[in-house]
């Protein structure tokens, strides 16, 4: 198939990327379903703007900013999903005094669909992390975090469906390893468990029993290591039934998505925003009527 990446630039960046095994043809371009999806992550209790002190990032971000920015689109588009791909904890005073509370009532105030788990999101302890669920109207995902025996048995869901324009998203979460990076007593009995497997069964399940046109993973795993750790590339490059990989942890600024081949050879389409809420991506995604193709275009934004 002809593919061009990145015809249209706008904000940090834009392109244009297909992924054959979804919905829509140009010949059928008359009848589409549309969807947006809106990601953040690794946004690290940076409520406020950056200050004015002349440093790189002075006056961008904040979450007045982004809450506002989440408003206008919404206002121009009918059928939107907001997620986040963790690390919504821990990096200015706000957590140090609050501990997450206004993070998680924030978000909800601003509509967030979903969220993963990221390694500071444990910095309060597990038993924490459960208290800040109760201020959240949005689940968080996980389905290689095992919670049987923890504060957070039967609170994190391993998936979630969402319905948008006749369009049926499955989105579910996975996060990297703990040990070695947090403190066992904050993560308590939380029994990691193989990402690339976990991901796989997943999607898996969510395009074939639960017959999801766009399966979507929000990722803590890293975008790309040198070495053999799982990462978002090495995910993309073993999957079969993953289409977009929203990933965060590396606080990587991509000014555009990279597409990865999966393990049929079909295009996978990987993003992230950096860090600190500077950015907010964007995914429009096309469906055609008979799903067969969609046609996916993303514009990372600055805040």
Known sequence: MNRRFFIRRAAVGGGLLVLPQLATAAASVRSTRQLTILHTNDWHSQIDPFPDNGGRNANQG??????????????????????DSGDIFQGTPYFNFFLGELEMKLMSQMGYDAGTIGNHDFDGGIENLATQLGHATFPLLSANYDFTNTVLADRIEPYRVFERGGVRVG??????????????????NTNYQNPLDRGNETARHLRTRLKCDLVVCLSHLGYRYRNEKVDDVKLARASRHIDLI?????????DQPAEVPNAEGLPVVINQVGFAGLRLGRLDVTFGSKGERACVSCTNLRV
């Open 62 to 83: 904040g979450v007045l900013r982004r809450a506002s920015l989440i408003r206008q689109i919404r206002r121009e588009q009918p059928n939107v999903l907001l997620f």
């Open 171 to 188: 989105v579910f979460g996975l996060g990297i390893e703990l040990k070695g990076l947090v403190p066992e007593e904050l993560y308590g």
């Open 246 to 254: 929203l990933g965060g942890h590396t606080h990587t600024f991509m």
